[in-house]
């Protein structure tokens, strides 16, 4: 049995050495919580529905409007897909690779999505959109507010899957503090209200190797994007 998961991910993250609750819930902040766990009991089913939407449109490095290759490559599901260009960052209806619509939302990314938002105090979420992302060792994205969605009133349901990753939570400017949380697979975040547009940022990937996963974190993150 491996013990990736009780494995320390650095030397400032006292939590990690303490007892864990596998299905915990923590406050980041106000209107942001880790549900921790929650995504396993939608496990099988998801990861089956994310190697169909995978076949259908394939993992891609996207360019941002700077001209830099992200080291996150990204793909989408929904009637809307995040897409990043030199023209800039935006929610489209079609992929930009194959010219076709986003595969459609599977039933159980609705599913977990819905749950996980009821939880933490979002009776009505229905989710439009899911950005999937996917993180090799290196990968990291830099601190950064979501704020392509239309209505900033609905929050964002992110889940984490395969190898762990220092989730960085910060305030509303780009200088205020920086929480660290170490995601883990089936870990999901959920923040909205007041701290739908604080930055956050995801540490280079550490390398290793996840029971199902192999070496690679995935993220999915739900929004309500039209
Ligand atoms: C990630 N997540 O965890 C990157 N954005 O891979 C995000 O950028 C993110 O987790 C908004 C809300 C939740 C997130
Ligand atoms: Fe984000």
């Known amino acids: 049995m491996k013990d990736l998961f009780d494995t320390p ?19 980041m902040a106000e209107n942001a919580v ?15 529905a994310l190697n169909a939407i995978i076949a259908r449109a394939p993992f891609r490095r996207m360019i941002t409007p700077g001209g830099f290759i992200m080291s ?42 819905g749950a996980a938002a009821r939880e933490a105090g979002y009776p009505d979420f229905v989710p439009d959109a899911c950005l999937i992302n996917r993180y090799e060792p290196g990968a990291r994205l830099s601190l950064h507010q979501d704020k392509n969605e239309r209505d900033l ?4 349901v992110s889940v984490s899957l395969g ?9 509303l400017t780009r200088t205020a503090p920086v929480g660290r949380y ?43 994007a039209l």
């Open 9 to 27: 991910d650095s030397l400032d993250a006292p939590r990690d050495v303490v007892a864990r609750d596998a299905f915990s819930r923590e406050v």
């Open 34 to 48: 880790l549900l921790r766990g929650k995504a396993l009991a939608f496990e099988t089913d998801v990861l089956a």
């Open 153 to 156: 009133s609905e929050p964002i």
């Open 163 to 171: 190898l762990p990753a220092t989730f960085q939570f910060g305030g």
């Open 182 to 224: 170490v995601l883990r697979h089936g870990d999901v975040a959920v923040w909205g209200g007041r701290s739908r547009l604080c930055y956050h940022g995801v540490t280079a990937l550490k390398d290793g190797e996840h029971e199902k996963l192999g070496r690679m974190r995935l993220n999915l993150t739900f929004r309500r």
């Open 72 to 113: 996150v490559a990204m793909t989408n599901c929904g009637a809307a897909g995040w897409i990043t260009d030199r023209t800039g960052y935006r929610y489209g209806r079609l992929d930009p690779d194959s010219g076709l619509p986003w595969p459609a939302l599977p039933d159980c990314f609705v599913d977990l999505a």
